[in-house]
């Protein structure tokens, strides 16, 4: 079993930056793949951005250059840095580690952007 654990959501006017945090514990793997996920009312969960363990990289466009995502493996950590955040990135942000063919998900932390 894996647990996943995110910190860091909370209220930002639009244009600022967070700064999200995702522990995972567990049965780890060496070769997995960290990611993020959000999904605001009344829509889909999207992804967001992802890495695996050897540092490729999958970004959805509409994020593409304003949000970061990085690994610490000696952790087991992911950041998700967020910068010239808009009104449409409120969302609740949700951290998943897949190995294989299980995923394993957080509980969600709330982004919230104001104008």
């Known amino acids: 079993q894996v647990q996943v654990v995110e910190s860091g959501g909370g209220s930002v006017q639009a244009g600022g930056s967070l700064r999200l945090s995702c522990a995972a514990s567990?049965?780890?793997?060496?070769?997995?793949?960290m990611g993020w996920s959000r999904q605001a009312p009344g829509k889909e969960r999207e992804l967001v951005a992802s890495?695996?363990?050897?540092?490729?990289?999958n970004i959805e466009d509409s994020v593409k250059g304003r949000f970061t995502i990085s690994r610490d493996n000696l952790r087991n950590m992911a950041h998700l840095r967020m910068d010239s955040l808009k009104l449409e990135d409120t969302a609740v942000y949700y951290c998943y580690v897949r190995q294989g063919s299980i995923t394993y998900w957080g509980q969600g932390t709330q982004v919230t952007v104001g104008s």
């Open positions: 567990g049965s780890i793997w060496s070769g997995n793949v």
């Open positions: 890495m695996t363990s050897g540092g490729s990289t």
